[in-house]
């Protein structure tokens, strides 16, 4: 004996009829159409109809369903008046039993209560309306997020004319990437001033400034230079120094290389100026002087 199935409407089997079952051949021209109906039958399953009179809110409210629908528990569905669509509820179902459904309510739209509504599954929703702002700004300012959530900007500081001209609104630190091209006018260089040098070792970090100013005393000094960038890149230090000819001894880094292959002999009671660059990570140090300024 044959066995059937029927879906939306029509009716399949596995009997040897080509007219009207599987066997025999009849896969070839109903397999397509029984899976047709199926996926139409699955999703008529997800919509139904109700006629409980409910009005629009958030919330947990309750629906008795046209045909038992098997909402799962925890599915998202949509509410829609049936009069206007405008006027609905989307939620996640609490719970179902027969046609019976219950809906926690996130978000409405419209007002109202209504009798007549389409339910159908829903998705998760996205963030949705407007993103907060400071309430006013400045024009041509960029914005930026405020905080970790993602829903509210404010003011950067920062503004894009509208002839593409950008006005920084504090530091901006490239974190050592490429400055491609650019055309400096107005320049200046962040100087260290170091003071006068104690006994011991006085390290220079270049990560602070790439000209340093120091005073020589009559102690034995030395000099280290830290954070030289990375090889293939050019690091260069200037330094200005005062009475240097005061220091009683004065070591520098063991990978300069001096011009001329010496050491400056530093001034007293006037001001050297010794210029060291590296462009292999601080491995080779080359090493130039111009002395006795006044």
Do not use: C
């Amino acid at each position: 004996m044959a066995s059937s199935i029927t879906v939306n409407g029509n009716t399949y089997s596995d009997g040897d009829d080509p007219a009207t079952g599987m066997g025999n051949g009849g896969f070839r021209t109903r397999l397509l159409p029984m899976l047709s109906d199926t996926i139409a039958d699955l999703g008529r399953n997800m919509v139904t109809t109700s006629t409980t009179s409910v009005a629009i809110g958030t919330g947990s409210k309750s629906f008795t369903m046209a045909a038992a629908i098997p909402f799962a528990v925890g599915a998202f569905v949509e509410i829609a008046s049936a009069a206007d669509g405008a006027n609905f509820m989307w939620g996640q179902v609490t719970a179902r039993s027969d046609t019976a459904l219950t809906v926690d309510v996130a978000v409405i739209g419209g007002s109202g209560t209504f009798a007549a509504w389409h339910i159908q599954k829903s998705g998760a929703r996205g963030p949705t309306g407007d993103v907060a702002g400071p309430g006013s700004s400045t024009n041509t300012a960029l914005a930026r997020w405020d905080g970790a959530e993602g829903d509210a900007l404010q003011d950067s500081g920062w503004r894009l004319g509208n002839d593409g001209a950008m006005t920084a609104g504090g530091a901006l630190d490239l974190q050592d990437e490429v400055l491609a091209r650019p055309y400096f006018r107005d320049m200046a260089e962040a100087v260290q001033l170091l003071g006068t040098l104690g006994a011991g070792t006085t390290t220079i970090d270049l990560e602070a400034g790439n000209v340093a100013v120091l005073t020589g005393a009559a102690v034995s000094a030395t000099i280290a230079v830290t954070h030289w960038p990375a090889s293939g890149r050019l690091g260069v230090l200037t330094l200005e120094i005062a009475n240097g000819g005061a220091f009683a001894a004065l070591t520098w880094p063991a990978a300069v290389d001096w011009v001329a292959g010496e050491a400056p002999t530093l001034s007293a009671g006037t001001r050297d100026t010794v210029v060291l660059w590296s462009r292999d990570g601080g491995s080779t140090i080359n090493g130039n002087y111009a002395l006795n300024f006044s």
